[in-house]
């Protein structure tokens, strides 16, 4: 079963969407809360698998609240909920390590498939969409390259640069003559040599260090 925690301040929103969720045999709310700092208190005491946060409320926004989440020991995945398409505080919530964003309107078929995708260590938002995403609101300044991506080897950093460019397993694949199981071990060894989550994470990365 996996557990979540809706986070908004639309009473009629979170009615909604907890009908959606409990509809469903695999998935259970376990609670909800109108604002960040409520929503602290609520995933504190229930520890749940994942978190549905908007971005904008009183009290305590999204953006905060999810920060101070992630900081919790095992913490859940959080999918920022937002109405706008090319939101700046979704760009800096993945930034903080929120597992992508969804607009309000989406489609509840896919809201769902969301909950499952983020529960089983994906990201919401394709690494292509965090791209325009990251384009649209470039980091001010950029960070020093780290050692850790010095650490990688020549194929590895041109399939992280295909990778940070948005290309899915497939296409880096057809690029690069490779099979897709070879090019999922390089990501894979890739995301574990820099310390990131996912592929959504390796674009946050390759924007931050000025390697877009």
Do not use: C, W
């Not at 998935?27 to 604002?35: M, P, S, W, Y």
């Amino acid at each position: 079963m996996i557990r979540v925690v809706l986070v908004d301040d639309q009473a009629l929103f979170r009615a909604g969407i907890r009908m959606l969720v409990a509809s469903q045999p695999d998935l259970e709310v376990v609670g909800e809360a109108g604002d960040g700092q409520e929503a602290l208190q609520v995933v504190r005491a229930t520890r749940p698998d994942v978190v549905m946060m908007d971005i904008r409320m009183p009290v305590m926004d999204g953006l905060t609240a999810t920060a101070l989440i992630l900081e919790e020991p095992d913490p859940p995945r959080i999918v920022m909920l937002t109405t706008f398409d090319l939101d700046e505080a979704a760009a800096r919530a993945i930034r903080q390590g929120a597992s992508g964003f969804l607009l309000k309107d989406a489609d509840p078929e896919f809201l769902l498939a969301a909950i499952r995708t983020v529960h089983s260590g994906s990201s919401v938002i394709a690494a292509s969409a965090t791209r325009e995403l990251f384009a649209h609101f470039a980091a001010p300044e950029q960070v020093p390259v780290p050692p850790s991506y010095l650490d990688l080897t020549e194929r590895e950093k041109e399939i992280f640069a295909l990778a940070a460019r948005g290309l899915s397993n497939a296409e880096i694949a057809a690029r690069e003559f490779l099979s897709e199981a070879t090019v999922k071990t390089h990501i894979s060894r890739i995301l574990t040599k820099l310390a990131l989550r996912d592929r959504v994470q390796l674009v946050v990365f390759a924007f931050e260090h000025g390697l877009n």
